[in-house]
């Protein structure tokens, strides 16, 4: 319950921010008061990424990785009657804090925008870096996906000992198609080859 509260206030309290209020006293109300609402407010006035991404890792702490999650598919698509005004770079970002602490579903959409440039520039190698953290969080499909990349050799370099490990990881996690790739993987290259520089 309070996880609902705390979601349906969140964009209420960013969009009425006080805009008297200075990046450094957004800062020290997020580092210092452990505001939340600071954190989000800061994360818009920095000059990297990084730094961004830095404040609205505090802001999630403080709200939880499930609340962050959902603001940030709904920052992300837009959903005027929850109050959330369509932001996608502050969505995206949300959704990638939310996958580095631990949200597969986090890490697939955030791999959906990169892949089909949705709000952000196409970009198939990141892509690949977000399906590798699902995979690590235990998503089985997307162990499939990085495979399938280090096979193919498109995205990354072609690497079959890496292709054959993230098929035999989807297997572990039940997956019958990475089982089937990796039982071809391993017809084919039965040990694995010498490192590939």
């Known amino acids: 319950m309070l996880k609902n509260i705390i979601l349906l206030l969140l964009p209420?309290?960013?969009?009425?921010?006080?805009?008297?209020?200075?990046?450094?006293?957004?800062?020290?109300?997020?580092?210092?008061?452990?505001?939340?609402?600071?954190?989000?407010?800061?994360?818009?006035d920095t000059d990297t990424y990084e730094q961004s991404k830095s404040f609205i890792r505090k802001g999630c702490d403080i709200i939880g990785?499930?609340?962050?999650?959902?603001?940030?598919?709904l920052y992300?698509?837009?959903?005027?009657?929850?109050?959330?005004?369509?932001?996608?770079?502050?969505?995206?970002?949300?959704l990638d804090v939310s996958c580095d602490i631990g949200k597969v579903q986090g890490?697939?959409?955030?791999?959906e925008a990169y892949k089909k440039g949705n709000g952000v520039k196409k970009d198939l190698l990141i892509t690949n870096e977000f399906y590798i953290s699902a995979c690590n969080?235990?998503?089985?499909?997307?162990?499939?996906?990085?495979?399938?990349?280090?096979y193919d050799?498109?995205?990354?370099?072609?690497?079959?000992?890496?292709?054959?490990?993230y098929a035999g990881k989807s297997c572990d996690l039940g997956n019958t198609n990475g089982c089937k790739i990796y039982k071809?993987?391993?017809?084919?290259?039965?040990?694995?080859?010498?490192?590939?520089f």
């Open 12 to 44: 209420v309290s960013i969009a009425f921010a006080d805009n008297n209020v200075t990046t450094i006293d957004y800062a020290t109300k997020c580092n210092i008061d452990r505001n939340a609402s600071s954190c989000f407010s800061a994360s818009h």
């Open 137 to 150: 969080l235990g998503e089985a499909n997307a162990c499939n996906l990085v495979s399938y990349a280090y």
């Open 65 to 73: 990785a499930d609340t962050c999650l959902s603001a940030g598919y």
């Open 184 to 196: 071809e993987l391993n017809k084919i290259f039965p040990f694995d080859p010498l490192p590939q």
């Open 76 to 94: 992300y698509t837009g959903d005027k009657k929850s109050g959330y005004k369509q932001d996608k770079v502050f969505g995206l970002k949300l």
């Open 153 to 165: 050799g498109k995205i990354v370099r072609q690497n079959y000992s890496t292709a054959k490990e």
């Open 107 to 111: 890490c697939i959409l955030a791999s």
